[in-house]
DNA sequence: ATCAGAGGGTGTAATTTTACACCTGCGTAA
DNA sequence: TTACGCAGGTGTAAAATTACACCCTCTGAT
């Protein structure tokens, strides 16, 4: 079998145009400025939330110490894991930049993921590979020291941008948090990967300089 | 929503008895030995493991410096996310202890997901239910330091037995391979626990004799 | 205009973890 | 029987990471 997704998008394409309608006439759009809180942990699951443009932070715990999970970028299902299989979600999710979101209503798509049975292996296919490449990103990340974890991060961000040159919308306390690391130690591998000419960065922007030298850190070997 | 997977079991038991049939009529019963390889990362996905009794390690890597990713017990799915989303398997599995396995043929399983939308519903809420629990476990074992992240891999294992007295089937290289430390690391971990009259360990033997202080390391406060 | 807070940044000390060296006992193959 | 390898185990040195102290700049509120 071929890999046939490259998001959550397949899975709404699926549905024909009266299921479309069906699925439609009871969501709703919603839009969140940078910062703000989407899913706070605790929440009863009654909708599903399809990200239509923004990206997403999940982290297990409010602030101060919130260990941050992972990163969703646009086409993306919000915390499906737990849609289907706990009452309330056990994480919290907050936009990193302006996300517009589609609240889809649970009951709703249920009923179409039953009807038919092409969406519902369409679905089955989505989550297993969002969770294989969430436990691929979890696993790499794990065997890297703090530079190499870092690098992984950057580059990471790169592929979903053009340009070497970019915002990555983390302050150096979340990258941290991701990465698993202490904030000084991103401060301090960035200054390192400016002093080796590998990147420049000022704030939150950053250009890179040294891509393969980057990913051959990232690699860590 | 109450949840209602306790292990990959439940899907099975959905079936009608035409249903299980031909689904058995098709699958192989198979047995391994603690330490033979089950599935080689890179093999193709036409079939369906179904552990139903025993350990089961999945790991990255072959030796030497494999990383371990997650542990099976009896009545899971062994690599369920390959099985969908991707034509090879993307990791290994070993068996730690003695297993017996069920391969199911994975097109006569596609066929019943699709004919059969409790079975489907059931396998998205297993799915779902065991990525969300394997997630947490990586989680919690990422935000803790070597004796908490110990403690708290003695105190999974705890959880499968009845009794305080049991067998960890894992050498320290393996153990340590499991929560992101080194080898010396487990070790000393494990002599600070005897020594301070947490545990008794002999090989692969461990008593738990103060099963809160334990507790209490793993929650790391 | 000033003040407070947040974020970026750096140096140094303390702590944690790893690496290395080496010892033990046990099973097993020659 | 011997010898080898493997796993458990421990001490010490080296390396990586964190914690702390403190700096600067910017921004927004009073």
């Known amino acids: 079998m071929e890999q046939i997704h490259d998001s959550g998008k397949r899975c709404l394409s699926i549905l024909s145009s009266d299921e479309n309608e069906e699925l439609y006439s009871k969501s709703n759009s919603l839009n969140f400025e940078a910062g703000e809180l989407i899913i706070k942990k605790g ?3 009654n909708n599903i939330y399809f990200l239509k443009s923004g990206i997403v932070e999940l982290s297990l715990n409010e602030a101060p110490h919130r260990q941050i999970l992972n990163l969703l970028f646009d086409g993306e299902f919000i915390g499906i894991n737990c849609v289907f299989s706990t009452a309330q979600y056990r994480f919290s999710a907050r936009a990193l930049t302006n996300c517009s979101i589609e609240l889809l209503d649970k009951e709703t798509f249920t009923k179409l993921l039953k009807a038919n049975s ?16 969430f436990l ?5 990340l794990k065997e890297k020291n703090s530079a190499g974890a870092l690098a992984f991060l950057i580059s ?3 592929k979903n941008f053009d340009s070497n040159s970019f915002e990555i919308p983390l302050t150096r306390q979340e990258m941290a948090r991701i990465i698993g690391f202490s904030k000084e130690s991103v401060l301090k591998n960035l200054a390192d990967f400016r002093k080796e000419g590998l990147i ?3 704030g939150k922007s950053i250009t890179i300089i040294d891509a393969l030298r980057l990913e051959e850190i990232a690699k860590y070997g």
């Open 136 to 140: 691929n990103w979890q696993m790499k």
């Open 200 to 202: 420049n960065s000022n």
């Open 118 to 133: 092409t969406l519902s292996m369409a679905f089955i296919q989505y989550i297993s590979w969002v969770n294989e490449g």
């Open 156 to 158: 990471e961000f790169q």
């Open 43 to 45: 929440t009863p699951v």
